[in-house]
């Protein structure tokens, strides 16, 4: 609720205070004595478009200021400040303040923190609303007409809200698996062939080792094998060492017999070739040893080679490829089971889409009902409003799939048709200035209690009206103020009548220029205000009882 205006060098206005009650507060006065001037400085402070031409003239800069009760505790308001980062305005009041220079330019502030004109505009539309001929914001706009007609019907869409949830989920988590499996699918050609070369040497844990081991020992075969072939050479033989040491022994063991010594030597030589032969032997055995196969030799070192080269290509220690191995063949069987769950991802969005269809479709039926009361109540309206041939109707029409959304799958605009046989149309293209205020009207007190801002401004809604047309405005003005707070410029002294609140809007010359003045007025002067609504300039007796009596009725 709107609790104080300070206005200080805007337009015809030097500096002004007003103090605004809860209810209704109407603000009269002659043509031109500067009302949509006060409108003027309001919308500045909510955000709308700055004009330097606005500054008073001769003063370097004008300031609106306008404080609010401070809305209560969960209200979309607070998010949006925490969010913008401005702290503290949860005080006694609420104070958003623009300030505009003369030479162009403004700045905005909300508990006197500076802040973007947008966030200040987003703000402002959340604690005005203001209703004039021309304007086509808030109900005119069709962007809001489905949430009003939810508020109206109390309709709940979580469950719609919460299947769009689920069913986008389960768009993007197919998507995201159709992009994996594409990336993955581009190396399946490579996984193949890499898990072919694999298969084809199947390298084995440790394997790369032993096999330049036992190359080495073939290698170190070869080579002692030369020197040993020489040993034997010159010990193996007819003409070896061993052959002719045979032959000595026999000769002595013939003559052995014939000197004690012969049969000395003998016996040592016997002891001898005893060793020798363990070391023939020997050789052997070592000659079995170091004996190769060159084919065995050559499998060895190929298979070597292969597997050095499969982990060069690699980049792997001959030792990891085994482990490699394994990781390949799980990428692979993970792109032949992404191609499976495809389809799982799949039956998972089919059935998604199909419980949003079945929630947005009971939210239409809900929504549909609705409508019609609606369309009862505000028709219920429309006669005193001097509207009896119009009709008013709440559209309900289906989105493509692409504009389906958390709120459903239908658009919803507020319709009318001035004359019987006309077609309906969207409010500001078919009512005139006079009509669509009474529009306008009728559909805020049809929707009275339903949310929206606390603070409602109707710019001269009863113009072109009188009589009981403008008694009937007054009613419903009076009607809404017991929900909201509504300020009403008005022309109308039915409508004047039925404020709580009555300032008066009158131009004065100080210092040889004019200003514009706003004044509370008490009750001897509103009667004599709204005499001079009913008469004119001229102020009658008769018009002043006539102001008696609307006093007394309202």
Not at 47 to 73: E, N
Not at 114 to 127: E, H, I, N, Q, Y
Not at 321 to 333: F, T, Y
Request: glycine share 8%; aromatic share 4%; hydrophobic share 50%.
């Amino acid at each position: 609720m709107l609790i104080a205006l300070s206005i200080r060098d805007i337009v015809l206005i030097d500096r002004l205070e007003l103090d605004f009650g809860s209810g209704l507060s109407v603000l009269t006065g002659e043509t031109g004595a500067g009302k949509s001037i006060l409108l003027d400085a309001l919308g500045l402070a909510l955000g709308a478009r700055a004009d330097s031409d606005l500054v008073r003239k001769g003063a370097d800069r004008g300031q609106v200021a306008a404080s609010f009760a401070p809305p209560p505790a969960g209200h979309a308001i607070w998010d949006m400040l925490e969010d913008a980062g401005i702290e503290g305005a949860r005080d006694e009041a609420l104070v958003i303040r623009r300030d505009l220079r003369a030479d162009g330019g403004s700045r905005a502030f909300i508990a006197d923190q500076p802040v973007s004109a947008a966030l200040l505009r987003d703000v402002g539309s959340m604690l005005v609303e203001i209703h004039g001929q021309h304007d086509e914001r808030g109900l005119l706009s069709a962007r809001g007409h489905r949430a009003l007609l939810d508020a109206f019907g109390r309709i709940d869409t979580a469950a719609v809200s919460n299947a769009w949830a689920a069913w986008q989920g389960a768009a993007t988590r197919l998507a995201e698996a159709q992009g994996r499996l594409a990336a993955d699918s581009s190396e399946s050609a490579w996984l193949d062939h890499a898990l072919a070369e694999f298969a084809a040497i199947a390298p084995q844990a440790g394997e790369e080792a032993a096999l330049a081991e036992s190359r080495a020992a073939m290698q170190k075969g070869e080579r002692l094998a030369e020197d040993m072939a020489a040993v034997l050479a010159q010990l193996m033989g007819s003409d070896g060492a061993l052959a002719q040491l045979r032959g000595s022994t026999r000769r002595l063991d013939r003559l052995a017999g014939e000197h004690p010594h012969f049969a000395e030597a003998l016996a040592a030589f016997d002891r001898a070739l005893a060793e020798c032969d363990e070391g023939e032997g020997a050789l052997a055995r070592a000659a079995d040893a170091l004996r190769h196969d060159p084919t065995e030799l050559d499998r060895i070192e190929t298979r070597l080679f292969d597997i050095r080269a499969l982990a060069r290509k690699h980049r792997v220690e001959a030792d990891a490829l085994g482990v490699l191995q394994a990781e390949l063949q799980q990428r692979r069987a993970a792109i032949d089971a992404g191609a499976d769950s495809l389809s799982a991802l799949e039956g998972a969005l089919t059935r998604a889409r199909d419980a949003y269809c079945t929630e947005a479709a009971k939210l239409t039926q809900v929504r549909h009902a609705a409508a019609l009361a609606l369309d009862a109540a505000v028709m219920l309206e429309l006669p005193p409003l001097k509207l009896d041939a119009a009709r008013f109707q709440t559209m309900i029409e289906p989105l493509a799939e692409g504009d389906w959304g958390a709120m459903g799958a239908e658009r919803v605009e507020f319709r009318i048709a001035t004359n019987h046989g006309s077609d309906f149309g969207a409010l500001i293209k078919i009512a005139s200035g006079g009509e669509l205020s009474r529009f306008l009207l009728a559909l805020k007190v049809a929707l009275a209690g339903v949310g929206g801002a606390q603070t409602i401004v109707f710019d001269e809604i009863d113009r072109g009206v009188g009589g009981a047309v403008a008694s009937a405005i007054g009613e419903r003005l009076a009607l809404l103020a017991r929900e909201r707070q509504i300020l009403v410029v008005t022309h109308s002294p039915q409508v004047a009548a039925r404020g709580g609140q009555h300032f008066l809007i009158q131009k004065t010359a100080m210092d040889d220029q004019t200003r514009a003045a706003v004044s509370l007025l008490d009750a001897p002067a509103r009667q004599e205000e709204i005499a001079r609504m009913l008469s004119g300039a001229a102020i009658t007796d008769e018009a002043r009882a006539a102001a008696a009596r609307l006093l007394e009725h309202v």
